[in-house]
């Protein structure tokens, strides 16, 4: 055993991430690298542990025995979320909050961070490790992913806590605000039962990779109250909040009813504001961007059609409505094919609106290009198009073309390696 040879036993710091805090110890110890760690802690090139828990992304692997050499306890070096091995390292799935969920849950390799929290604390959060964490609710801006001085994705194996393998420091690195308004800072918020209930709600109850998750936006209330209630059960704020959940579900699933559960979701949050410790942040968004469906979605009893969508749209509706990421935002902007304000136009590289009749002719090039592919279906907007058997429409651009691409039915997730050929647009086709 060579836990002799460890001269310091730092303890992992709460909300702290297991490659963050390998990262460190190794730094603590003047090693370059944590594959120079791994033997300290026990680790045997090959060896498995009995439940096939994959500890971090630098494959450390035998919990007991790195518990051992740091003089702690198993419990607290115990990740969450876990990555748990199946037969390939692409049927893994993640352990979090009691659940099974997709792989695509987490990132891998590459890093993500909010450059003010590294510089304050000093540690990587976990939080960062979440593919659908972008933006730092703490301090309002989006997270880092590449460096700031060489431009590149920051890998865990090649970096120190703070620091980039070309020498820059992580926390130096440019960041933009985000937006007050918008779904992608409710849905990014780190709190827990938060993410939890959008998770759910997103993907549905059918957790395991395996099985099809299709569009929970197409359920009926009573559909979504049977997949919301197990899920809230277990938990024991959960009580609490359930029968508010469904009443503020169904109090906007009745006057709206095509906009679909993730706006009831941010009803929660407008109408639960004491059960998530006084966010008053959380609870302003959520009325914003009701606030804004009121404008764009009529209810069933105002039929005389007097209100029209806004001129423009926040960049995080204009990403919700499209289905696509801030990034793919900006560079359907930068192709020409959506277009920015006029007052907005002197910033090359930051979206902040988006002009909403960009959005309409892009999706209605779309259909007309992808007739009959693709059919109508009004979910958020009467712009807005799914594919058939249930798969939402997903906008991306790869290799300088606009990808229409499929949701992949095994994950519930959306994913580009899905798109066929015979679907992609040239981008001069849907301009003008």
């Known amino acids: 055993m060579n836990s002799d040879k460890l ?93 099974l969920w997709p792989r695509s849950l987490l990132r891998f390799s590459d890093r993500a961070w909010c450059p003010e929290c590294l510089c304050s604390t000093g540690i990587a959060l976990e939080i960062w490790e979440f593919s659908f964490v972008t933006s730092c609710d703490l301090h309002l801006r989006s997270l880092a992913h590449s460096c700031g001085r060489c431009g590149k994705h920051v890998s865990w194996r090649n970096s120190r806590v703070n620091s980039c393998h070309c020498g820059a420091a992580l926390s130096d690195a440019r960041t933009v605000p985000v937006p007050y308004a918008g779904w992608e800072q409710i849905a990014y918020s780190a709190d827990r039962i938060v993410q939890l209930l959008l998770l759910t709600t997103i993907w549905g109850h059918s957790l395991h990779v395996k099985k099809v998750v299709t569009s929970i936006r197409q359920y009926s209330f009573d559909e979504i109250r049977q997949r919301v209630d197990p899920a809230l059960g277990f938990m024991a704020e959960g009580q609490d909040l359930k029968q508010s959940l469904f009443d503020a579900m169904s109090a906007k699933l009745k006057r709206y009813p095509r906009l679909g559960p993730r706006y009831a979701a941010a009803a929660l949050l407008a109408e639960e504001r004491a059960d998530f410790g006084g966010r008053g942040l959380l609870t302003a968004i959520a009325e914003e961007w009701f606030a804004l469906l009121s404008t764009t979605a009529q209810p069933l009893d105002d039929d005389d059609g007097t209100s029209g969508p806004p001129s423009e749209l926040e960049a995080p509706y204009a990403c919700t409505i499209l289905n696509i990421s801030q990034q793919n935002l900006i560079e359907l902007v930068q192709l020409g094919v959506l277009r920015k304000p006029i ?38 907007s009467s712009a807005t198009l799914a594919f058939r058997h249930n798969n939402d429409l997903v906008v991306g651009v790869m290799n300088g073309e606009i990808v229409p691409c499929r949701f992949d039915a095994k994950l519930g997730l959306p994913s580009l390696k899905t798109a066929k050929s015979r679907y992609r647009i040239l981008p001069e086709r849907l301009m003008g």
């Open 343 to 380: 007052d907005d136009s002197h910033s090359p590289g930051i979206v902040i609106r988006i002009c909403t009749e960009s959005i309409e002719q892009l999706i209605a090039k779309i259909e007309t290009s992808l007739n009959p592919q693709l059919q109508p279906y009004d979910s958020y």
């Open 7 to 99: 001269l310091f036993w730092p303890r992992r710091q709460r909300r702290e991430s297991m490659n963050g805090y390998l990262l460190r110890l190794a730094e603590a110890h003047c090693l370059t690298s944590v594959a120079k760690l791994a033997p300290l802690l026990g680790q045997t090139k090959g060896k498995r542990n009995p439940n096939h828990l994959r500890l971090s992304d630098f494959d450390i692997q035998d919990l007991d025995r790195m518990a051992e050499a740091l003089h702690t306890d198993v419990a607290s070096l115990v990740p969450e979320p876990r990555w748990l091995r199946t037969r390939s390292y692409r049927d893994g799935v993640i352990e979090y909050l009691g659940r």
